[in-house]
Nanobody, 122 residues
């Protein structure tokens, strides 16, 4: 069992920055790939970014490339998403996700956090 708790969401103006954090507890965090997803009002949940168990490999959706950075600290059981140059279309609930394995693939998320709301005003 893995518990994930997100924090760091809030209201920010377009062009601003936020740093989302996900604190994990439970089994084998350091052996799992981790990811971030988001769900905007009226839309389906979409993949944002992922990082392998070692932190050596990262993936991003095209819409956030160059603006977001995912990182992890296995000693602290945390994964973060630094978001810069935020746009109103980034407004969504952001969810932390724990993968079944150490290398990220789509469709193998084991655990989800409850989400943190990011609102970007224009």
């Amino acid at each position: 069992q893995v518990q994930l708790v997100e924090s760091g969401g809030g209201l920010v103006q377009a062009g601003g920055s936020l740093r989302l954090s996900c604190a994990a507890s439970g089994r084998a965090f350091s052996s799992r790939a981790m990811g971030w997803f988001r769900q905007a009002p009226g839309k389906e949940r979409e993949f944002v970014a992922a990082i392998s168990w070692s932190g050596g490999t990262t993936f991003y959706v095209d819409s956030v490339k160059g603006r977001c950075t995912i990182s992890r600290d296995n000693a602290k059981n945390t994964v973060t998403l630094q978001m810069n140059s935020l746009k109103p279309e980034d407004t969504a609930v952001y969810y932390c996700a724990a993968h079944k394995f150490g290398i990220w693939t789509m469709g193998a998320v084991d655990y989800w956090g409850k989400g943190t709301l990011v609102t970007v005003s224009s």
